[in-house]
């Protein structure tokens, strides 16, 4: 790869390379090495319960607080979110449960709520009791993102227990 100076006009500093793409594989090998906690989405819409587990979750700003979750765009939890405008977030903990409960909602078609203990919230929303961290959110954006949609939420209740994350790293929980 050709690294272009800094100096003089800076317009072309980050025209793309012609170089080819990485290939899809090459690619999950370069994400699944990014050391990621592990957080159960859910939401509830006219008395379904949807969830799923994911790894791309990251506070964006302190002011306003946004805190921003990556779904895949055929997601039900995604369809759910959006017609609703709310969601909730479940850090979960590094605990045999919470690895349960991650496995549960990692795997789509099956009814994760039957499978794992969750808690009601008065909103409706569910979260796990294995968890560091919940809470409740409202959407704020959203942003078309590849294969996946980005959305922003504002946190409207916030709960922090102690404990370790739950981690995860080339395609494993770490201990």
């Not at 793309?16 to 050391?35: D, N, V």
């Not at 370790?164 to 929980?173: I, Q």
């Amino acid at each position: 790869m050709s690294v272009m100076p800094l100096s003089g006009d800076s317009r072309h500093a980050c025209a793309p390379a012609a170089e080819p793409e990485a290939t899809a594989h090459e690619f999950k090998q370069l994400a699944g090495s990014f050391l990621t906690g592990v957080a159960v989405t859910t939401a509830h819409d006219d008395g379904d319960d949807y969830g799923c587990t994911v790894s791309s979750l990251a506070s964006v700003s302190l002011d306003p607080p946004l805190l921003m979750v990556c779904l895949d765009r055929r997601s039900t939890t995604l369809r759910a979110i959006e017609r609703t405008g709310r969601f909730a977030v479940s850090l979960l903990a590094r605990d045999p449960q919470a690895a349960r409960t991650a496995l549960a909602f990692a795997r789509p078609g099956q009814d994760a709520f039957e499978q794992v203990d969750m808690v009601r919230r008065p909103s409706g929303l569910a979260v796990s009791p294995a968890a560091v961290a919940q809470a409740e959110l409202v959407v704020r954006e959203r942003y078309e993102g590849g294969d996946h949609v980005i959305v922003l939420g504002t946190p409207t209740w916030v709960s922090v227990s102690d404990g370790d994350p739950l981690a995860y790293w080339r395609a494993r929980f770490l201990p």
